[in-house]
């Protein structure tokens, strides 16, 4: 397979007929992950992408990637979400271009925006890295009450409420457009990984005590 014979772009309306797998997809990348994840219904995705919010990858008519935006707080935050490359397409760097794409629609939609993601998974987070984004405390992201329940379809949601949202499994990164890091000040993701169970453990003990 070549990565040069797939097309990334932004989506149109003609590719919500790929709603469906779309969820199939993202559900089975949560289950292998072992990981939680907000629910998303058919409709939700197919709104993304006649809403000019998403992100497609396709090798031919076949779709083999996706991602969207939404915004939040009367548009102060976007939040990019549901990344997910077809298992037969993955090792070629896919992720990273789509990642790409969806920061492109994001600063052109929305260009005085934070931008935000709240993910377990640590390539997410080394290719948001690689775009400036800054590991956060939750209390620095959107405090929009429709984000955070997007958040009760998770399998982690408890973790979330007992926190008071502070933290959960997730990690939260945050791209300020007034305030983009130089590369040498840019985060590592595996050491920022480390840190954030090691915190997260610590914090949980205490609460169990």
Same mark, same amino acid.
């Given at each position: 397979m070549d990565k040069k014979d797939i097309t990334v772009k932004f989506a149109e309306p003609a590719e919500?007929?790929?709603?469906?797998?779309?969820?199939?997809? =993202?559900y089975e990348s949560a289950l292998q992950r072992g990981t939680g994840i907000a629910k998303r @219904?058919?409709?939700?995705? +197919?709104? #993304?992408?006649n809403s000019g919010k998403?992100?497609?990858? &396709? !090798? /031919?008519?076949?779709?083999? /990637?996706?991602?969207? =935006?939404?915004?939040? /707080? !009367? /548009?102060?935050?976007?939040? @990019?979400?549901?990344?997910?490359?077809?298992?037969?397409?993955? !090792?070629?760097? &896919? +992720?990273?271009?789509?990642?790409?794409? @969806?920061?492109e629609l994001a600063r052109l939609r929305f260009p005085?925006? #934070?931008?935000?993601?709240?993910?377990?998974?640590?390539?997410?987070? #080394? &290719?948001?890295?690689r775009m400036?984004?800054?590991?956060? @405390?939750?209390?620095? &992201?959107?405090d929009d009450?429709?984000?955070w329940r997007g958040c009760e379809g998770c399998k982690n949601y408890d973790i979330l409420q007992r926190n008071n949202?502070?933290?959960c499994l997730c990690t939260g990164m945050l791209f300020d457009p007034q305030q983009p890091l130089p590369e040498k000040d840019r985060p590592n993701p595996y050491i920022m990984k480390v840190k954030n169970s090691i915190n997260k453990l610590l914090h949980l003990k205490r609460v169990e005590h």
């Open positions: 919500a007929k790929y709603a469906d797998l779309i969820v199939r997809l =993202i @219904t058919p409709e939700y995705i +197919a709104q #993304k992408i998403s992100v497609v990858a &396709l !090798h /031919g008519d076949r779709l083999v /990637g996706f991602s969207y =935006i939404e915004s939040w /707080g !009367h /548009g102060d935050f976007v939040a @990019t979400s549901g990344l997910i490359v077809d298992p037969e397409y993955r !090792h070629l760097g &896919l +992720a990273g271009a789509i990642k790409a794409k @969806t920061f005085f925006a #934070k931008l935000f993601s709240i993910t377990t998974s640590l390539p997410v987070m #080394k &290719l948001n890295s400036g984004y800054k590991p956060v @405390t939750f209390s620095e &992201l959107t009450e429709e984000f949202r502070r933290m």
